[in-house]
């Protein structure tokens, strides 16, 4: 059986690859890669219109700190809508709910033959 040394090098990695150590340590590249990924798109922070190291530095650290303006508002929405799903599960539905049963408890009155109220827990 013959091998090359670049078919040795590519069984190794691919053995290491599948070890829990390497996923581990792999999974934070995921993140790193989307962020920069999102920083080029967003910004086209690859094609500058400045020269110069202190320019790029300049302009690549104010298209940072949009970035970082845009995800803190993303996060600061998702927080307000979890609130107001949250407010509305807890407060509006119980008040709408026994609004309803009032009018019709009160239509109940009118609508039967002895003045009586009908049971209308089974509704809800």
Known sequence: MRYTDKELRVALRRSY?????FIDRYRWRAGAEATMSEY?????????????LGNVRFSAVLKAAGINIFRATAVRKAIIVADIKIFA???????VKERVLKVYEYVGKYLSDSGEIYDYEYIF
Do not use: S
Request: hydrophobic fraction near 25%; proline fraction near 4%; glycine fraction near 8%.
């Open 17 to 21: 690859e599948n070890t829990d150590e």
């Open 89 to 95: 599960k807890n407060y509006i539905f119980p008040v």
């Open 40 to 52: 080029d798109r967003r910004t086209g922070v690859k094609q500058l219109r400045v020269r110069g």
